[in-house]
C-alpha cells in the first residue's frame, strides 16, 4: 500500500519554471514505478512523464520533452517533476501515481498500469 500526495503547484506566468513534489508513505516506494499526469477540465488525464523504479530509466510525453524533468530521490521517498517554459495550455492538475509491478515501456504511459495516485496539485499557468 501507497499513499501519496503531491505539492508544489500553484499559479505561474507562461514561460515560468515549477517544482512539483510527490511524497510517498511506505517501505516499499524504492520498487514502485513513478508517474505525473495532468488534467485540464473537460478533458481527459493525460500522460507527463514517467521513471522507473531505480531512476535509471525516464520516459516523457512528446510535448514536454526538453522543458520538463522526472526524478526521484528514493531515501526521501519522493519523485519530482520540474517544469520550465510553462505554457497557458499546461494548467491542469497533476496528479502523481505509482506503479507497482512490472511494465513494458509501452505502458508508463498508460494510466491502466498505474495502482496508486495522488489527490493532485493545480498547476495554473497565466498569459
Known amino acids: 500500500q501507497v499513499q501519496l500526495v503531491e505539492s508544489g503547484g500553484g499559479l505561474v506566468q507562461a514561460g515560468g519554471s515549477l517544482r512539483l513534489s510527490c511524497a510517498a508513505s511506505g517501505r516499499t516506494f524504492s520498487s514502485y514505478a513513478m508517474g505525473w499526469f495532468r488534467q485540464a477540465p473537460g478533458k481527459e488525464r493525460d500522460f507527463v512523464a514517467a521513471?522507473?523504479?531505480?531512476?535509471?530509466?525516464?520516459y516523457y510525453a512528446d510535448s514536454v520533452k526538453g522543458r520538463f524533468t522526472i526524478s526521484r530521490d528514493n531515501a526521501k521517498n519522493t519523485v519530482y517533476l520540474r517544469m520550465n517554459n510553462l505554457k497557458p495550455e499546461e494548467t491542469a492538475v497533476y496528479y502523481c501515481?505509482?506503479?507497482?509491478?512490472?511494465?513494458?515501456?509501452?505502458?508508463?504511459?498508460?494510466?491502466?498500469?498505474?495502482?496508486?495516485w495522488g489527490p493532485g496539485t493545480q498547476v495554473t499557468v497565466s498569459s
Open positions: 501515481a505509482a506503479a507497482g509491478y512490472p511494465m513494458g515501456s509501452a505502458s508508463y504511459s498508460d494510466t491502466r498500469s498505474y495502482d496508486y
Open positions: 521513471i522507473t523504479w531505480s531512476g535509471g530509466g525516464t
